[in-house]
């Protein structure tokens, strides 16, 4: 059931100073507002492993619900979200890669490309642009899925990323040059 819309008056940010307050509906509307594009961050992000990204996106909001007095009223929203989330999945590439190095093994949690080419019915453009993309490192990622995919926009990639807008656009820069040298035997939009 839905208490406030979307429209509503209020802010991500008056509508989390209610939440820091106990109001469950705020959190609610929180929820509704933000949890579609989370899962799909943290899809994205946990090698489109759904029941992952489904429990990313729980432990994200149980965060919420205990400490809410960590978000900064004075700050946007949205930002702050993002990098909480941003961190949660540097945090799980870094215990995936020190179980890597623990025991040698590759971990149990990275697909392998083969039986995401069964499952999914794309163009093969669609299949090397996610091939791809599984491949670059979190940083590189993260910038991906926050300009391309949630269509963020450069100012607050910068500041959920914690770095200047310039370097925001080195970065992407650099990164569709990449992605269009893997991707040559296509015609692609990074070209």
């Known amino acids: 059931m839905r208490f406030f819309k979307k429209s509503s008056y209020l802010t991500d940010e008056e509508l989390m100073q209610r939440v820091h307050e106990g109001n469950e509906r705020a959190l609610e509307?929180?929820?509704?507002?933000?949890?579609?594009?989370?899962?799909?961050?943290?899809?994205?992000?946990?090698?489109?492993?759904?029941q992952k990204a489904q429990d990313f996106l729980h432990d994200l909001f149980l965060?919420?619900?205990?400490?809410?007095?960590?978000f900064n009223p004075e700050s946007k929203f949205s930002t702050w979200i993002y990098s909480v989330a941003?961190?949660?999945c540097k945090n799980e590439y870094r215990k995936i890669e020190f179980r890597k190095s623990v025991n040698g093994l590759h971990s149990k949690d990275l697909i392998h490309f083969d039986s995401i080419a069964q499952q999914m019915d794309h163009s093969a453009f669609q299949f090397d642009l996610n091939k791809s993309i599984e491949r670059l490192d979190h940083d590189?990622?993260?910038?991906?899925?926050?300009?391309?995919?949630?269509?963020?926009?450069?100012?607050?990639i910068a500041r959920i990323l914690d770095c200047?807008?310039?370097?925001?656009?080195?970065?992407?820069?650099?990164?569709?040059k990449k992605l269009?040298?893997?991707l040559q035997q296509h015609k692609t939009i990074f070209d």
């Open 86 to 88: 941003n961190n949660m």
């Open 164 to 176: 200047p807008e310039g370097t925001v656009k080195s970065k992407l820069f650099y990164l569709r």
């Open 140 to 156: 590189e990622k993260s910038l991906f899925v926050l300009r391309y995919e949630l269509e963020k926009d450069l100012d607050e």
């Open 63 to 70: 965060k919420i619900i205990e400490h809410p007095h960590r």
């Open 180 to 182: 269009s040298k893997q």
């Open 29 to 50: 509307e929180i929820y509704y507002r933000y949890s579609p594009l989370l899962l799909k961050y943290f899809h994205r992000m946990l090698w489109r492993e759904e």
